[in-house]
């Protein structure tokens, strides 16, 4: 069945998870717009559209008149946004009526990249917000918030996959109780969160002095984003993933020992670590 909204995201995880989301629960769009992008990796929305017969547009310019026309083409009741690398004008903005889905729990965590900022501040609770769109960047009134802990996940890919899937639960609700047609119980909150940026290669540092616990899941959650690294004798190591032996140590200083090319220990009052790295 298809409903007569639009899904508009770009070819990653999010927008594909969302989109499999839809389809399994009968609620498939009548077109996904995809922000056509130079990447190495494979096209994982466009997979999903031709694997179950759902048209799809890509396009390099999500503000062009070509998208704004077929939006007027079809005449969408909605359009859902779930992970754009563009911001989205007014001229298109007015076509028809745009939700978001945000990584982030609005309006305290704004931009796209809180997800990393959170991590790296060692949280646990992870939330994601479906809201309506605005010129202004994450903004919106908001339709729903849904957070979820996630103490237990660990690895980076396991850890942002299920974020998103938290995700595409939330959108999946927000039909279910037809949320987004329920105007007058959308709230907007007139407290001022913090916009997120996009981190840089020297956020990816790790800093050793943090408790062991602290580190293991730091460092594991970051590899979705690239390597975390530390200098050791002024060079740097890329760490490929991190084991907590135990998180108590008698140990008082902070001290790294070599095991072969492949593997450090680390040692602090705090615990144990195991590192797996990167070979130069």
Not at 51 to 80: Q, T
Not at 107 to 126: C, E, L, Q, R, V
Not at 135 to 161: A, L, M, N, Q, T
């Amino acid at each position: 069945m298809s409903s007569n909204f639009i899904l508009m995201g770009r070819g990653g995880l999010l927008s594909s998870i969302v989109l499999n989301k839809l389809v399994e629960t009968n609620l498939s769009p009548k077109l996904v717009i995809i922000e056509d992008v130079e990447s190495d990796y494979p096209n994982l929305t466009e997979i999903v559209c031709k694997k179950h017969s759902i048209d799809f547009v890509l396009s390099k310019n999500i503000n062009g008149h070509e998208v704004i026309n077929v939006l007027k083409k079809h005449n969408p009741n909605m359009v859902l946004v779930a992970s754009l690398g563009t911001i989205i004008n007014a001229e298109t903005l007015s076509v028809a009526d745009f939700f978001n889905v945000h990584m982030g729990v609005l309006p305290y965590f704004k931009g796209a990249f809180t997800n990393f900022w959170k991590i790296k501040s060692g949280d646990d609770i992870f939330g994601v917000t479906i809201h309506e769109m605005t010129e202004k960047i994450d903004s919106g009134k908001i339709v729903y918030i849904k957070e979820k802990d996630f103490s237990d996940i660990i690895h980076g890919y396991d850890f942002i996959r299920q974020n998103y899937i938290m995700a595409a639960e939330a959108v999946f609700f927000c039909f279910k109780e037809k949320l987004f047609k329920k105007k007058e119980d959308f709230f907007f909150s007139e407290e001022k969160g913090m916009y997120y940026k996009k981190h840089t290669r020297e956020d990816l540092k790790i800093d050793f002095s943090l408790p062991c616990k602290k580190l293991y899941k730091m460092i594991n959650r970051l590899r979705f984003y690239g390597k975390p690294y530390f200098i050791y004798k002024e060079r740097e190591i890329e760490i490929e993933s991190a084991q907590l032996l135990t998180d108590y140590n008698s140990e008082k200083k902070l001290i790294f020992k070599i095991i072969d090319e492949s593997t450090m220990i680390f040692y602090s009052e705090t615990g144990i670590l195991e590192l797996k790295i990167c070979r130069q």
